[in-house]
């Protein structure tokens, strides 16, 4: 079983949608998450730290349950330039050292 | 600011050669770290330098790989002798002391290794 695992999509959704990714971590003493975006051939970008408690940056909303050891992210009214794969990264307890999920990856249409 | 700077972009080689990949982190950033995307699988984590030191190289595939960061600036990651398996895109990021549990890590933009 991966450590960090996501759905991979390809999720393609209208513009102005609202899409949901969900990612789960197997590591319950992990003690950071992130949601990365990553476009083609492009290095990962920190899209948003997720905290306990939750938190939005504008259209973006990300969520962390630690009883069920699972993220999301929750994007609203998309755009034609979120299509990207996002990446769910955990770091691993005790360590710098980050895991990756595989990514999802979203398309938005005109 | 100056991102994180890798070199090459793209690096061809034949099984067998040596191939030396750079990564020039953000200035002040004493936290260096190198990973790799090989293809169809997640970016998996290489190894984590706190300045010149080697903090945890516990990714390190074999000892095929070697990483160095003299004086605490850049680091090289050489690949001696490559194998096909060694194809991918090897990352580099770095992040200042203790960012990277909030504000996460600064990628390069990689380097896209090819063995053939």
């Known amino acids: 079983r991966k450590e960090v695992e996501q759905d991979p999509g390809p999720f393609n959704v209208p513009e102005g949608a609202t899409v949901a990714f969900n990612c789960t971590y197997s590591?319950?003493?992990?003690?950071?998450f992130f949601w990365y975006r990553q476009d083609c051939r492009k290095e990962p970008k920190l899209l948003m730290s997720?905290?306990?408690s939750g938190n939005e940056d504008g259209r973006f909303t990300a969520q962390l349950n630690r009883a069920s050891q699972y993220i999301s992210l929750l994007i609203r009214d998309s755009k034609l330039s979120d299509s990207a794969t996002y990446l769910c990264?955990?770091?691993?307890?005790?360590?710098?050292?980050?895991?990756f999920g595989t990514g999802t990856r979203l398309k938005v249409l005109a | 600011e100056a991102g994180v700077t890798q070199f090459p972009s793209h690096s061809v080689i034949e099984k067998g050669q040596t191939v030396t990949l750079r990564c020039d982190p953000i200035?002040?950033?004493?936290?260096l770290y190198w990973y790799r995307r090989v293809m169809g699988k997640e970016i998996k984590f290489l190894l984590h330098?706190?300045?010149?030191?080697?903090?945890?190289e516990s990714g390190m595939p074999n000892n095929r790989f070697l990483a160095e960061r003299t004086g605490g600036t850049y680091s090289t990651l050489k690949v001696q002798p490559a194998e096909l398996e060694d194809s991918g895109v090897y990352f580099c990021?770095?992040?200042?002391?203790?960012?990277?549990?909030?504000?996460?890590?600064?990628f390069g933009s990689g380097t896209r290794l090819t063995v053939v």
């Open positions: 990021a770095s992040s200042q002391d203790g960012g990277a549990y909030v504000y996460g890590y600064t």
């Open positions: 590591n319950s003493a992990s003690q950071s």
């Open positions: 997720v905290y306990s």
């Open positions: 990264v955990v770091k691993s307890a005790g360590t710098y050292k980050y895991i």
């Open positions: 200035s002040g950033h004493d936290n």
């Open positions: 330098f706190v300045k010149e030191s080697k903090q945890d």
